[in-house]
């Protein structure tokens, strides 16, 4: 909510967020909703498509698993919906927006 509370402040409202929305703090569903009502362009990221596609047996550490595991369960049905249709990349003119490396081959 920091960031989010200075972009405010700003009054900067249009950003791009990178993805892995979930599986790193203790409030997923907040920071799903909080994204929801601005209007930026969000993208996923692998923890956001390990949550809704389910946790994969490799790839996360025993913690980044672990916290995974936990946030599938705070997380509701519409949230999760949400993070599902997010788009892997965004691509515009001559740039393009990822999460992690367009040439990466584990991509989701």
């Not at 989010?4 to 979930?22: F, S």
Request: charge should be negative; include cysteine.
């Amino acid at each position: 909510m920091a960031v989010l509370n200075r972009l405010d402040e700003l009054e900067i409202k249009d950003a791009i967020v990178l993805g892995d929305i979930v599986g790193y703090g203790p409030h997923p569903m907040e920071c799903i909703r909080e994204l929801q009502k601005r209007n930026f362009l969000v993208i996923k990221g692998n923890h956001d498509h390990a949550l809704v596609t389910g946790i994969p047996a490799r790839g996360f550490s025993p913690v980044g698993r672990w916290v995974l595991e936990w946030s599938a369960a705070e997380v509701e049905k519409a949230e999760c919906d949400w993070l599902a249709n997010l788009p892997a990349y965004h691509q515009q003119d001559n740039w393009i927006a990822v999460h992690g490396a367009p040439q990466d081959k584990t991509f989701f």
